[in-house]
């Protein structure tokens, strides 16, 4: 299935013996969809949704290779209890022309004791984990090989299944990169001290798997190209891994960045799209079979120069087809405009995930429940109202058109997106006005009725002559009671609004700059100061290339901001809204710019030039030339003491939540219409 856009991307290739019809592959992602390790009708519908969208290889995983290597929860292949639902999961992705392998996985030091009943976990080295703070115990050389014939027996337990190839899980720090790291392995057997001996146990792993299958089913590893931690492996020593592996015989490599400790974001925004392609690249200048690239590939062109240019021979688009399973045959058709694209911001997939929660999508909200949910027309079709325009009511609007309702959107603004076009201000948030343009490209499409700058007052809603009206509009900021001297500061223009700051450009000086309220917002607002008193990216890289600066001083310049901002906060914690996978990574780029942060801290006065703060008891100046209130949200609802039936509230209108709430609960509501 060719295809004139791109032409690359969309071009078979094969990895061993097996040929994939073009070069998307969705990756092994932990889902929780399966609670007791089984495959589940949710599981086979999430696969089989992307397998109909036209990925060329999708990989199934982490499954676990033994009771150690990782929870009960996790997609097993440890006995042979586990073949019948991976055989039936094969048989329906085979179906749609999908190739289908499977990921076998060993955490090692990264699994928790409470997740396998209490064992200890097991390493190379009895070397304590920083993710999770429990010290594993080394294993004798008898269980090594135990180890190893258990991957064995996963990958044969695979191919019974009807798989067509094997990935060796050796990146993330699990326990082949244990193995690898002089920081995680202080062995002083055959298995550790030089880097030769450090690599035997991946090298066996593939071995044992490769006698275990023959040579009928592809074999890839998937591999840390750097480890990003000090101390640690980098791209030469992973080089080195890779023409081992591929002196062993090995089909293919799945090249990805950093561990899971690692002091370097691999997933959030913050990361450029293909940011660690080069480590791919890297890996297949070095051997001589298939290299996938991975991380925030989300972009078909994007994936078809890195195939032209040779870094890679297939790409991972993993997230991207969270969000939109169609996104190959889109893109394949050329129907980019209709793609809707992941942003990045780990609200439903990851942060679930690190909750124990089953994985989601901020921008597409089926995702999860494909098993139970169809979008199909409604029995009788309605007029229906949209009153606000923000992320609520944009989804609710063109779910309610796909199901045949005459829709309206009336939004007092000149633009749709509410609070997604201030998040989109932010940096390396833009990804929130792509989502923006998706729908506003959904509304024409699906002969939605746009009405910007349209207002409608409490004695409106009888005019609009709707069977149903949707109210979404959103919230407004909140102003905090028993702060001397704010109202007054509102008022005469000495105290901003955190939303007025990210909906214009602001050109201020290198003046003291105080933040009410650190929260999500409050901390965006001060990544969005601190960047204009950095060095810009241009000028860096002009520096760089022509060997003009020192690079320490033109890092320096690049991360440190020369304005002085502090975020005051009355929580115990900064960015406590913020979710898990992303909050560490936005504290961290605070600190690097400079940004002061107090926690436990009340303001209780303003006054000109002045913000005066309780911390234990103690008071505390703090200068302040320019003062930017974000204490949060309060919902704006015009119509809440209306009796009108035909009234539907949701989002921030109904009451403050996360964009991923905000959405859902506006395509949960036209399902019901």
Known sequence: MDSKYFPSLFSPVRIGGIEIKNRVVFPAMHLNYTPDGRVTDQMTAFYES????????IIVGGCTVDKVGGGHFMVRLDTDDFVPGMSALTKTLHSHGVKVFAQLYHAGRYVTSWMIE??????????????????????????????????????????????????????????????LSPLTNRRTDDYGGTSENRMRFGIEVYRKVREAVGDGLAIIMRLSGSDFVRGSNTIGETVEFARALDRAGIDGFNVTGGWHETHVPQLTFSVPEGAFSYLAMKVRQAVRVPVIASNRINDPTIAEKFINDGWADMVVMGRALIADPMFPEKARKGETHDINYCIACNQGCFDNIFNGLPAGCLVNPIVGKEHEIKITRAKKAKTVAVIGAGPAGLEAAVTLARRGHKVSVYEKEEWIGGQFNLASAVPDKEGFYDLLLYYAHQLEHHGVRLYLGKPVSKSGVSKLRADEVVVATGAAPLIPAGIEGLREGIEDGSVELAWDILSDEFAGTTQDIVIIGGGAVGCDVALYLSQGGTMNEKTARFLLENDAEDPLLVQQLLKQSTRKITILEMLDKIGRDIGRSTRWPIMQQLKRRGVRMYANTKVTKIEEGKVYAENNGQTQAFDAGMIVLAAGVTPHNPFSKTKDRRIHVIGDALAPAKALDAIRQGFELALTI
């Open 50 to 57: 992307r397998a109909r969208g036209g990925a060329g290889l």
């Open 118 to 179: 209490g064992e200890t976990p097991v390493s190379a080295s009895p070397v304590p984990s920083k993710l999770t703070n429990e010290t594993p115990r080394a294993l004798t050389v008898d269980e090594i090989r135990r180890v190893q014939q258990a991957y064995a027996d996963a990958a044969l337990r695979a191919k019974r299944a009807g798989m067509d190839g094997i990935e060796i899980l050796a990146s993330a720090g699990y326990l082949i990169c244990q193995f």
